[in-house]
């Protein structure tokens, strides 16, 4: 049995990596900023009041959970608000500072304030999107969404080496384009099916494949 960390795990993706994770009977702290009924119906930890854009919710996280070791970490807790060239008002310049402090900077805060929970094995997922890669961007627009994600996988390259070291691996995940509230309900993949490849991809990674950026499937996708 694996102790498990999702972030954002009340709904979306997050939940559905909770129930995956405890099917198979692994041990799972579901942090989020409130809980939702299906949340409570996993039976997982539910860890509430954690927003990972404010320093002092996550730091209160790691005091609750002082003395835990984490076996695999999933940043999943993230934000999306659409952005269109000559329409990006004051408003708009917010949503993208709001996006940065969730999507980018969420990540490496909770990581960083967990430190202690980490050793030598810990695999921890960081769920960014092909939306964040250069290479992959033929349809410009969300310019918020777009830049925090392009700055998570700088992050999580970062973090991939600075804690080879120590035996922990980190990679960054694209799940797909996934059914979820935070995209209208749009999308060609359901949660469930996301959240079982994403398992996959975690219960593959070791030392030889941190620092890569993968797509649920398995398959390479361009920085």
């Known amino acids: 049995m694996q102790t498990v960390l999702v972030t954002g795990a009340n709904r979306g993706?997050?939940?559905a990596l909770v129930?995956?994770?405890?099917?198979?009977g692994d041990r799972v702290?579901?942090?989020?900023?409130?809980?939702?009924?299906?949340?409570?119906?996993t039976g997982a930890q539910v860890e509430a009041g954690v927003d990972v854009a404010d320093d002092a919710a996550v730091a209160d996280l790691a005091r609750r959970l002082e003395g835990v070791r984490l076996d695999v970490v999933v940043l999943n807790a993230g934000v999306l608000s659409p952005q269109s060239y000559g329409d990006i008002d004051?408003?708009?310049?917010q949503s993208m500072r709001?996006?940065?402090?969730?999507?980018?900077?969420?990540?490496?805060?909770?990581?960083?304030?967990?430190?202690?929970?980490?050793?030598?094995?810990?695999?921890?997922?960081i769920i960014t999107s092909r939306m964040g890669s250069m290479e992959?961007?033929?349809?410009?627009?969300h310019y918020g969404y777009r830049a925090s994600k392009a700055a998570v996988n700088a992050i999580g390259r970062s973090l991939a080496v600075d804690l080879k070291d120590r035996g922990i691996?980190?990679?960054?995940?694209?799940?797909?384009?996934v059914a979820t509230d935070m995209v209208g309900g749009r999308?060609?993949?359901?949660?469930?099916?996301?959240?079982?490849?994403l398992v996959e991809r975690l219960d593959e990674l070791d030392l030889s494949s941190t620092g890569t950026f993968r797509h649920a499937n398995g398959s390479a996708l361009p920085w």
């Open 13 to 15: 993706i997050g939940l």
């Open 19 to 24: 129930q995956r994770f405890r099917e198979r």
């Open 29 to 41: 702290i579901a942090a989020c900023r409130s809980s939702s009924p299906e949340l409570d119906a």
């Open 90 to 93: 004051a408003a708009g310049f």
């Open 98 to 125: 709001e996006q940065f402090e969730v999507n980018a900077l969420g990540p490496l805060r909770v990581l960083q304030a967990l430190d202690g929970c980490l050793g030598e094995g810990t695999r921890v997922g």
């Open 136 to 141: 992959d961007n033929t349809s410009g627009g």
């Open 169 to 177: 691996a980190v990679q960054l995940l694209h799940p797909g384009f």
């Open 187 to 197: 999308g060609d993949v359901q949660p469930q099916q996301a959240a079982a490849q």
